[in-house]
């Protein structure tokens, strides 16, 4: 009795072993493809953000796939993608999925995501791992298991609560990027007070490379053409101080020259597009300071001018907001007679943008960045277009 005893304990031992063992190796499995997930969806959302024409199922499924077999030990692994944007997903070989996208935030929105499921794959082609020893510990009726994984990353405009209240026009934004094609990195290695990192392998621009933004109204007031854009569209262009929407009482930039704004605002110019803001030189100071340390800003971008008879503070439409490295300032800027010459390009600007300037109007001087921020449980603001102002983190 014993004995049988002793026989029928060790069988259970035995039978115990080999499903851990299983078990064991399921878990390890899926570790390895639960590492594929995440290193395909981050790697296809950095291709997304930069360059999003490329941005397919077609061109980025074969990605998923590669790096989920460089995660698998033994260099055998599946993946799928599905995209926010598309109609529907593809029929998913694994169950697995990933929790659901987080609910935005009135005025937020979930971003662009691009999900990755990966799975199994044996010799024989199935997605079932194989048993080691537990099927014959049990018989026979322990056949395998089909283990999966799943990732999430999601990219889009972050959320806004305050900006520089200098608005420069979309039209400007083309003309200056080549149409969201052409961005520099920052003039020194540290970024500024915003905290946002430069898009990896910009390079900083050269002399020459940044350009000047006319004022709006005082150029059109004078009769003087403004700078054309690229796109012969008839859009206005040129930039402008901005404050509240109220032009009876108005809120005006704090201290430190900035306003609360978000796409789909009208703020209101300064009289005369910002001749008179002068009256507290904030904005005269913060460009005089941005300028000095070098550091980028973000600031608002406006596609139409919605004007009133008679008013010479008309309103703004606000479309996004764009990364600006501010490398110098020219003639009438916030009430001021003066300026401060490129820091990138000193006496290299265009002879006849430089009598614009100085003589006309004024100028900004300094070009657009493209920039990555990786985040933590990301909240993203609204709008199609980042204008180079991204957010990137993980939803599921």
Not at 57 to 73: F, G
Not at 138 to 156: I, L, M, N
Not at 261 to 281: A, C, E, H, M, Q
Request: hydrophobic fraction near 40%; include cysteine.
């Amino acid at each position: 009795m014993i004995i049988v005893a002793l026989f029928l304990s060790n069988a259970v031992i035995i039978g115990m072993a080999a499903i851990v063992i299983d078990v064991g190796l399921a878990w390890q499995e899926r570790e390895q493809l639960i590492s594929g997930a995440d290193a395909a969806s981050m790697k296809i959302a950095l291709n997304c953000v930069a360059d999003p024409t490329k941005c397919t199922r077609t061109l980025q499924a074969p990605v998923a796939v590669t790096y989920a077999k460089k995660n698998a030990k033994d260099n055998a692994a599946d993946a799928q993608i599905c995209f926010s944007f598309e109609a529907s997903c593809p029929a998913w070989k694994t169950a697995k999925s990933c929790p659901p996208v987080p609910t935005p935030a009135a005025g937020e929105t979930v971003g662009t995501w691009v999900e990755v499921r990966t799975t199994t794959v044996t010799a024989s082609g199935t997605t079932f791992l194989p048993p080691a020893f537990a099927k014959a510990a049990t018989g026979g009726q322990y056949t395998g298991k089909s283990v999966g994984a799943c990732a999430r990353v999601a990219w889009g405009p972050p959320v806004v609560k305050k900006v520089l209240a200098l608005g420069i026009s979309l039209c400007d934004w083309k003309r200056m990027t080549g149409n969201g094609s052409t961005f520099y990195g920052p003039l020194d290695n540290l970024v500024g007070a915003l905290g946002l990192l430069p898009m990896l392998g910009l390079d900083p621009p050269k002399p020459g490379q940044d350009g000047a933004i006319a004022a709006v109204l005082p150029v059109q007031l004078l009769g003087i053409p403004i700078p054309t854009c690229t796109l012969v569209d008839g859009s206005p262009r040129g930039y402008t101080w901005l404050q509240g929407e109220d032009i009876w009482n108005p809120i005006m930039p704090d201290a430190n020259c900035e306003m609360e704004l978000k796409i789909g605002d009208y703020p209101r110019s300064f009289l005369l597009g910002g001749l008179t803001v002068g009256s507290t030189n904030r904005c005269a100071a913060r460009i005089q300071a941005l300028v000095a340390s070098k550091q980028p800003v973000l600031v608002p971008i406006y596609d139409t001018i919605k004007q009133q008879l008679l008013s010479i503070a008309p309103q703004y439409h606000i479309v996004g907001f764009a990364p600006f490295q501010i490398t110098g300032f020219s003639g009438l800027l916030g009430g001021l007679l003066g300026g401060v010459s490129s820091i990138l390009s000193g006496n290299l600007l265009d002879a006849l943008v430089k009598i614009l300037c100085d003589v006309a109007s004024g100028c900004i001087y300094g070009y657009f960045m493209k920039t990555l921020v990786p985040t933590y449980q990301p909240h993203f603001g609204s709008g199609t277009n980042t204008y180079g102002s991204t957010i990137i983190g993980r939803t599921g």
